[in-house]
């Protein structure tokens, strides 16, 4: 069975690797912040407007930017002036520890919140600890509202989830008792229903600003 050994044996490492990171964030004065979902879930729109809702709060915010290819979401931040750095996984469906021990060096980072956005991917990320201190999943409603039912190991990953594109809630039928049905059979997440099509008219952020605010506080 090599292929189960080797399986365990890179895991493993990811586990050493994730230790070693969350020990240099702590020393750093920085909350590391995993944001997970689906493909256009809504990530980066979310993410640009908690980082100003951050910003106005004077808490400096970093980005790390997973993706397969491009620099298109790091130019987002890069040009918003945001420190970013871009990670191109060149075909890998996630975001592994080793990754953000090296990403997160590159970045030159410390006393404030460094956000990661994952690669859009609801199953693979939910396997790999990255030393963060804290998971928020996007959600968005045109997803569906059974997603908590089919994707268990993600939503029972996560300590955040932040529904997107709420504006849209009614045109998409999204039954949100339904949805939170579903989490709760696996999860305590707090929800927040947000909507970030501008981030100027953002709605809904400030809650998840609230959280992240009194997280951060608290390392
Ligand atoms: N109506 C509406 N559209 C939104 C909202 N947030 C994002 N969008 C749109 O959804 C699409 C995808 O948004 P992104 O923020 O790029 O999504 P993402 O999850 O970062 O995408 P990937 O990084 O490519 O996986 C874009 O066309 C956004 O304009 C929202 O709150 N409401
Ligand atoms: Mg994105």
Same mark, same amino acid.
């Given at each position: 069975?090599?292929?189960?050994?080797?399986?365990?044996?890179? *895991? /493993?490492? !990811?586990?050493?690797?994730? +230790?070693?990171?969350?020990? *240099?964030?702590? =020393?750093?004065?920085?909350?590391? &912040? !995993?944001?997970?979902?689906?493909?256009?879930?809504?990530?980066?729109?979310?993410?640009?407007?908690? #980082? @100003?809702?951050?910003?106005?709060?004077?808490?400096?915010?970093?980005?790390?930017? /997973?993706?397969?290819?491009?620099?298109? %979401?790091?130019?987002?931040?890069?040009? =918003?002036?945001?420190?970013?750095?871009?990670?191109?996984?060149?075909?890998?469906?996630?975001?592994?520890? !080793?990754?953000?021990?090296?990403?997160? %060096?590159?970045?030159?980072?410390?006393?404030?919140?460094?956000?990661?956005?994952?690669? /859009? !991917?609801?199953? #693979?990320?939910? +396997?790999? @600890? $990255?030393?963060?201190? $804290?998971?928020?999943?996007?959600?968005?409603?045109?997803?569906?509202? %059974?997603?908590?039912?089919?994707?268990?190991?993600?939503?029972?990953?996560? %300590?955040?989830?932040?529904?997107?594109?709420?504006?849209? *809630?009614?045109? &998409?039928?999204?039954?949100?008792?339904?949805?939170?049905? /579903?989490?709760?059979?696996?999860?305590?997440?707090?929800?927040?229903?947000? #909507?970030?099509?501008?981030?100027? @008219?953002?709605?809904?952020? @400030?809650?998840?600003?609230?959280?992240?605010?009194?997280?951060? *506080?608290?390392?």
């Amino acid at each position: 069975m090599p292929d189960v050994v080797i399986m365990k044996e890179i *895991k /493993g490492l !990811n586990e050493t690797y994730a +230790e070693e990171n969350r020990e *240099k964030f702590a =020393a750093d004065n920085v909350l590391a &912040v !995993n944001i997970m979902g689906a493909p256009g879930a809504g990530k980066t729109s979310f993410l640009m407007a908690l #980082c @100003d809702k951050l910003k106005a709060r004077g808490i400096r915010s970093a980005v790390i930017e /997973g993706d397969l290819y491009s620099t298109i %979401d790091t130019e987002e931040f890069a040009n =918003a002036g945001y420190r970013s750095l871009q990670i191109n996984t060149e075909g890998e469906c996630h975001i592994d520890a !080793n990754v953000i021990r090296q990403g997160y %060096d590159r970045l030159g980072f410390r006393d404030g919140v460094v956000f990661i956005e994952n690669v /859009g !991917n609801l199953i #693979c990320p939910a +396997e790999f @600890d $990255l030393g963060e201190g $804290l998971r928020i999943i996007t959600a968005s409603v045109p997803e569906g509202d %059974d997603k908590p039912y089919k994707y268990i190991p993600m939503y029972s990953y996560v %300590d955040v989830v932040v529904l997107t594109k709420c504006d849209l *809630k009614e045109a &998409v039928g999204f039954d949100t008792e339904y949805f939170t049905r /579903g989490l709760r059979a696996l999860n305590e997440a707090p929800v927040f229903e947000t #909507c970030a099509k501008a981030p100027a @008219d953002s709605w809904g952020v @400030d809650e998840v600003a609230d959280l992240v605010e009194a997280k951060y *506080k608290s390392i």
